[in-house]
């Protein structure tokens, strides 16, 4: 056994943070002298130690660690690969919306007016974080190759959208999706909508919605505002449109 001074050093953390683990109950001792108070620590300890350390660096919350155990470790990051995946979208997202601005005069984005006759869309529900809507486009996407249907459209409808949380469908027109199990479904109204076509793919969505928010010749209306993906024949890449309701 070493001491957590010897321990520190060897594991490469602080004297301060391996007894900060210790009170939040992540690692404990292998023997504390109970005359002096010294903390002495096995390789097992040292192991965990090294654990948390390379999961922290990482960016794995302390919270998630105490829930999974620091022996979940490839649980852990795989789940931190996703967050940080995540995190590269909505950045880069916000690098289009620089771009778009920065711009600006030079290079107009494609838009259109159209009138839809209104339709219903079901899909799968998210009424949580962003983060959780690429599971249920994953979970919408499985459903259609596994009962083989020809999809040559699909939405992503933006119900809510209160802070942080989102209440989104991932879906399909509604007569594409018999048998689908689970799903929900919500009726777009007819009426105009701006369209703006994407540039950049997803991340490009963003900088979408600022365009057309800051169009000075439209006036927006209380309706559903929703993502087209146009899956043409033959192309590898689908072609992704920003429906706004206008006035």
């Known amino acids: ?3 957590i001074g010897k321990t520190a050093h060897l594991v490469g953390l602080t004297i301060k943070a391996i007894k900060h683990y ?4 992540l690692v404990y001792p292998s023997y504390v002298n109970p005359e002096s108070g010294y903390r002495f620590y096995t390789q097992k300890e040292q192991q965990q130690l090294v654990r948390i350390k390379t999961l922290r660096n990482f960016g794995v919350s302390l919270s998630d660690i105490l829930r999974e155990g620091d022996d979940q470790m490839d649980r852990l990051l ?3 690969k996703k ?3 995540n995190e590269i979208n909505e950045l880069q997202g916000k690098m289009e919306g620089i771009d778009q601005l920065l711009n600006k005069g030079e290079k107009e984005m494609e838009t259109r007016i159209e009138e839809s006759k209104g339709f219903t869309v079901r899909g799968y529900e998210v009424q949580g974080p962003v983060s959780e809507i690429p599971a249920e486009w994953d ?3 499985k459903e259609i190759n596994e009962k083989g249907v020809v999809v040559e459209e699909s939405f992503g409808v933006c ?3 209160e802070n942080d949380i989102i209440h989104y469908i991932a879906g399909l027109k509604e007569d594409l999706t018999e048998g689908f199990p689970d799903t929900k479904e919500v009726v777009i109204p007819a009426g105009r909508f701006i369209v ?4 950049g793919g997803i991340p490009g969505i963003p900088a979408a919605y600022d365009y057309i928010i800051q169009m000075e010749n439209i006036k927006l209306r209380d309706c559903y505002d929703f993502e087209r993906y146009v899956h043409p024949a033959g192309v590898s890449e689908d072609v992704i449109e920003i429906w706004m309701p206008i006035e």
């Open 159 to 161: 119900l809510k959208m």
């Open 83 to 85: 967050e940080i995946e």
């Open 22 to 25: 210790e009170e939040i109950g």
């Open 139 to 141: 979970r919408l996407i």
């Open 196 to 199: 703006a076509k994407v540039e």
């Open 1 to 3: 056994m070493l001491s």
């Open 78 to 80: 795989k789940n931190r």
